[in-house]
């Protein structure tokens, strides 16, 4: 009985194997413009670290890069809060690396979030 605990809780540990953080690559499918009905989409992003020692990354997209601070939460997921002169950049990896990432621009000012998934770069 002991071994069979033992067993499934190292199931589930592995299971719930933290998202590393040192580079992903994110590809999103739906776009929510505002208070607009949502719509499919094709967006990719680079997340890399670029300075380890004080938790900056990047994110780098067709349309730009920004830079902020990313770690791996307690929970095993990843968290991403940056910017540039456009506006605020939010990005949340679930531990199986569904992800939501946000954007508030200073013009308009407007928010566009996108649904997707990210995968850890080897």
Same mark, same amino acid.
């Given at each position: 009985?002991?071994?069979?605990?033992?067993?499934?809780?190292?199931?589930?540990?592995?299971?719930?194997?933290?998202?590393?953080?040192?580079?992903?690559?994110?590809?999103?499918?739906?776009?929510?413009?505002?208070?607009?009905?949502? #719509?499919?989409?094709? %967006?990719? =992003? *680079? !997340?890399?670290?670029?300075?380890?020692?004080?938790?900056? @990354?990047?994110?780098?997209?067709?349309?730009?890069?920004?830079?902020?601070?990313?770690?791996?939460?307690?929970?095993?997921?990843?968290?991403?809060?940056?910017?540039?002169?456009? #506006?605020?950049?939010? %990005?949340? =990896? *679930? !531990?199986?690396?569904?992800?939501?990432?946000?954007?508030? @621009?200073?013009?308009?000012?407007?928010?566009?979030?996108?649904?997707?998934?990210?995968?850890?770069?080897?």
């Amino acid at each position: 009985m002991r071994l069979l605990m033992m067993a499934g809780l190292l199931a589930s540990a592995v299971a719930q194997t933290a998202v590393a953080d040192d580079a992903f690559e994110c590809r999103f499918t739906v776009e929510c413009f505002e208070t607009e009905t949502c #719509g499919e989409t094709d %967006l990719g =992003i *680079a !997340v890399t670290q670029v300075q380890p020692q004080a938790s900056i @990354y990047q994110i780098i997209t067709d349309a730009e890069t920004m830079s902020g601070k990313g770690h791996t939460v307690e929970t095993g997921g990843f968290l991403f809060q940056g910017g540039n002169v456009n #506006g605020a950049h939010l %990005l949340t =990896i *679930a !531990v199986g690396g569904s992800a939501r990432y946000s954007v508030q @621009y200073f013009e308009g000012p407007m928010v566009i979030t996108y649904h997707g998934q990210c995968e850890e770069v080897v």
